[in-house]
């Protein structure tokens, strides 16, 4: 009874708790976020990016483009959390879903500060058309999928149980509905969204 007792106080604990870990996450995204931004400033002016975009852009306004499939939008608003949720059944994820977040902040960011670096006022309304269910929705809700993953992830170094699989995807069917939400929204909102601010801004 008495090596029971002392094996129990032995044996790792997690160090952070709940806010913590959320913390923890949310600091990683800001620092990515803000690594996109700068990043995006030192690339200075692109004319044949530039260029680019101005191109596609009028041919949104026009009504040339072609929009994205529905199986594009569910990738596009899906993957984070999908990478998020397997690294959580693993110890990796502990150092992996950090990284992720980071890795999300950066890109988003890097994406929009792009669109209004080389068109200004008219770069940022085409970056709230183009990634605001993104930001919105996607985001929100990536950071509670994240929390719940990171947490099985440092329970399973310290040794404790973990829930399985179906009563996490139970405890996060609330996200499936926010994210299905968020795909009707990119697949019928935001295109007539978008190609109306395109054809204001770009299209003369």
Not at 9 to 30: E, K
Request: charged share 10%; hydrophobic share 55%; aromatic share 12%.
């Amino acid at each position: 009874m008495a090596v029971r007792k002392a094996g129990a106080r032995l044996r790792p604990v997690p160090v952070w708790d709940g806010p913590t870990q959320l913390i923890v996450l949310g600091l990683c995204f800001g620092v990515g976020t803000l690594s996109g931004f700068f990043f995006s400033c030192w690339g200075g002016k692109d004319p044949e990016l530039s260029d680019y975009l101005r191109q596609y852009f009028q041919m949104i306004g026009r009504g040339e483009a072609v929009a994205p499939s529905l199986w594009s939008s569910i990738w596009d608003l899906t993957r984070w959390l999908l990478g998020a949720f397997l690294l959580g059944s693993t110890a990796l994820g502990a150092v992996g879903i950090p990284a992720l977040m980071g890795t999300r902040g950066f890109l988003l960011s890097y994406s929009a500060a792009t669109f209004a670096r080389l068109f200004g006022l008219s770069g940022m309304a085409v970056s709230l058309a183009s990634f605001g269910m993104a930001a919105l929705v996607a985001v929100p809700v990536l950071f509670v999928v994240a929390s719940d993953a990171f947490r099985q992830s440092l329970g399973r170094l310290s040794g404790d149980r973990s829930p399985g699989w179906s009563q996490r995807a139970q405890a996060l069917a609330p996200c499936a509905g926010l994210i299905v939400l968020a795909v009707a929204l990119q697949q019928t909102v935001m295109p007539v969204f978008l190609a109306a601010i395109c054809a204001k801004l770009f299209v003369t």
